[in-house]
Structure formats: C-alpha cells, structure tokens
C-alpha cells in the first residue's frame, strides 16, 4: 500500500513538471491547487480571502506568492464592475488546460 502512495506521488510531480509547476515554491503550487479547487467548486476568491487564509503564509508573503504565479501565467486578477476596490482571482486557460492534462495524464497512469 505504501508503495502505491509513493508511486502516486512520483507520477503527480512529473506530471507538474512537465507542465512547468517546477517554477512554483512547494507553497506556491499549494496555492494555486487551492485557487484551482475552489474555482472548479464555483466559488469566487478575493485576494483578500487568500491572504487571510495563514496557511499560505503572512498576507505580505501570499501576496507575493501571487504575483509569482501571475507573472507565471496561471492567474489573473480581475475588478467587479461594481466595486473597484475588489480583486477577485481566477485561473487562466493555461492553469485550466495544464489540470486537465494532468488529471489525464493521472488517470492513465493508475489504470
């Protein structure tokens, strides 16, 4: 049994290699799963919401973990036309089609 959790765990990271994950801090990836999870949930996040969350680090330090993975490609920020103060993030197609892949490409590997 231990070895089919280790084997999954090899196959997840080549997997986030190839699709270039391997720019991202450990945190980072963790982050952008969470963001990833809670779009595919329908749910929308602030970066105020993810700031507040301590388990990304303090808000100074998601805050750059975000930059990192905007500048990466796999988030954008957008305003509400309705209030400007507010940034609520979103993956980009980039971060959508790569999970996609990745969930292929997992699911190949466990049959």
């Known amino acids: 049994m231990e070895d089919a959790f280790l084997r999954i765990k090899a196959i ?34 602030r970066v105020t919401d993810l700031t507040a969350n301590l388990s990304f680090g303090s808000p100074a330090t998601v ?5 990192k993975i905007t500048d ?5 920020t957008t305003t ?11 993956p980009t197609s980039k971060a959508l089609g790569s999970l996609g892949r990745m969930s292929i ?3 190949k590997a466990l049959v």
Do not use: C, F, H, M
Request: glycine share 8%; aromatic share 6%.
């Open 12 to 45: 997840l990271k080549a997997i986030e290699n190839d699709e270039g994950l391997d720019d991202l801090d450990p945190i980072s990836r963790d982050l952008l799963n969470y963001i990833l999870q809670k779009n595919s949930e329908g749910q929308t996040l």
């Open 80 to 90: 509400p036309a309705d209030d400007g103060r507010v940034k609520i993030v979103v």
């Open 63 to 67: 805050y750059g973990r975000l930059a």
């Open 72 to 76: 990466s490609g796999w988030i954008k």
């Open 105 to 107: 490409a997992l699911t």
